[in-house]
């Protein structure tokens, strides 16, 4: 008895875990497929402590969806020991790696959630605010001026970013540098279409 004692887990780690097992869900479906009764079978729990956890399938769905933007964004953050267009390959780089390696859940989270909830859809967009947010303050810091239709168009580019890795890092074996190089040369054509002409950026190391 003591042992069911020290193994027994507090209500965060039981949450966490339920997460957890929903995040792993999406490598194999998509996000709504996942319901209360897929998820307390995969678990082995009750469909009534999904419901004390997260209240509805939608809660269910929003913490999920939470947890793996986290985990996208997590595995991309920018490098501040780089320069700006360095830093820029390098977090596409890792952006790539992390899209093969976790196929299921970056689908479902571009194009699984597109018709879901709008609290999930606004933690998906969210993410994307964040990434085209590195993507701008890397431009800005090469000295592009800042205004709204450069941050429009750079939230745009994310969009377009999206659809290359689903249609090349998930649907095809092209090397991730020549992804990586494209999305690069991309985000740059963006930046000339808003100022004009083309922003020099510094050589690769």
């Known amino acids: ?16 875990q339920l997460v957890a097992s929903g995040v792993a869900f ?3 479906k998509p996000l709504d497929d996942l319901t209360m009764e897929v998820l307390s079978q995969r678990v082995g729990v009750s469909r009534g402590l999904l419901f004390h956890y997260f209240g509805s399938r939608q809660g269910l769905h929003r913490e999920v969806v939470i947890t793996a933007a986290a985990a996208l964004l997590a595995a991309s953050v920018p490098r501040d020991d780089l320069g700006p267009r360095e830093r820029l390959d390098d977090t596409l780089t890792r952006i790539v790696a992390f899209v093969r390696e976790h196929r299921g ?10 018709s879901g909830d709008p609290e999930v859809r606004h933690e998906v967009d969210r993410a994307r605010d964040v990434t085209a947010g590195w993507v701008t303050d890397g431009f800005l810091e090469l000295g592009a001026e800042d ?3 450069l941050r429009v168009a750079l939230r745009s580019w994310v969009n377009f970013a999206e659809e290359v890795l689903v249609e090349l890092a998930l649907g095809t074996e092209m090397p991730a540098a020549e992804i990586v190089a494209f999305l690069s040369r991309s985000a740059f054509g963006v930046l000339a279409s808003v100022t004009g ?3 020099p950026s510094p050589p690769r190391k």
């Open 26 to 28: 999406l490598a194999e």
């Open 105 to 114: 859940t970056f689908y479902s989270l571009v194009r699984g959630v597109a």
């Open 197 to 199: 002409d083309a922003v």
């Open 1 to 16: 008895m003591s042992s069911d004692r020290r193994t027994r887990l507090t209500p965060d780690q039981r949450r966490a």
């Open 147 to 149: 205004s709204p239709l």
